[in-house]
């Protein structure tokens, strides 16, 4: 079951804040409390939160949400930064396209391309782009990783160093001002570290809310990559991005 849109804005506020009491959201949504009751309920349910005394707060910050969750979350956000970053890919250009959910929307947005060869770890990467005859897409070997619908391990890595592409796009599970670009899983954070490694361009795409996420894995500082795009930066963040050489496009 999709979530309503009351649903969807209650999973992306909470993200926001440490926590989140059933009266604020009551007046935020000129609705009862047994309404946002059961929209805890549902939301709860599917451990896309937890309960507190009064209210919710977010799932633990040191994992990662099971990945049809995180289709839910920051959705506009995800689909305006992946429509900017697909324009930047030309026709005819090799790309690889990493794991995570934002890359998923670059995929959707890159569907109208032509003549791309296309190279993935992610399977609803490769289920996505396959709809389109004219784009070649080869799906590198390895482990599978069934919650997460992508292959990681030595065997992807050794493929992934077989080949140099044009671009190489990638998500991340969290970005911190001291540690650059991180992820949750250090199999996961291993193929991301390859793939700017054999980009000629890299582009990180990545939300405002993957600030400050205390993901584990280090992938790279933010000097390795080429690109940010995102929906939103502080002025201290895009002085941070800027003095080590990342160019930013903002989205919305």
């Not at 604020?24 to 409390?33: K, L, P, Y």
């Not at 919710?56 to 949400?65: D, F, M």
């Not at 995800?78 to 995570?100: N, R």
């Not at 280090?218 to 929906?231: G, I, K, Q, T």
């Amino acid at each position: 079951m999709d979530l309503n849109e009351r649903q969807q804005q209650i999973l992306n506020w909470v993200q926001q804040e440490d926590r989140l009491l059933v009266e604020d959201m009551v007046t935020r949504f000129s609705v009862s409390s047994q309404t946002i009751r059961k929209d805890i309920n549902q939301l709860a349910e599917r451990h896309l939160v937890r309960r507190t005394h009064g209210g919710i707060a977010p799932v633990s910050s040191t994992e990662n949400l099971p990945f049809d969750h995180r289709l839910f979350l920051n959705g506009d956000a995800k689909s305006a930064i992946a429509h900017q970053a697909a324009k930047m890919i030309p026709d005819g250009a090799s790309v690889f396209l990493g794991v995570g959910t934002t890359v998923e929307y670059v995929a959707k947005a890159l569907l109208s391309h032509r003549h791309l060869q296309v190279f993935t770890n992610n399977l609803t990467v490769a289920t996505i782009l396959g709809n389109n005859p004219d784009i070649r897409v080869r799906v590198l070997a390895g482990k599978l990783r069934h919650r997460h619908h992508d292959l990681v391990g030595e065997e992807t890595l050794s493929g992934l160093r077989q080949y140099y592409f044009d671009y190489g796009v990638l998500g991340c599970g969290g970005m911190d001002e001291g540690q650059g670009i991180l992820d949750f899983d250090p199999e996961e954070a291993a193929v991301s570290r390859v793939l700017v490694e054999q980009s000629r361009h890299s582009l990180l795409v990545a939300d405002q809310h993957k600030w400050g996420r205390k993901a584990m894995a280090r992938v790279h500082p933010f000097m390795a990559v080429d690109w940010l795009f995102s929906d939103y930066l502080t002025t201290e963040q895009t002085h941070l991005l800027t003095s080590q050489g990342v160019q930013i496009q903002l989205c919305s």
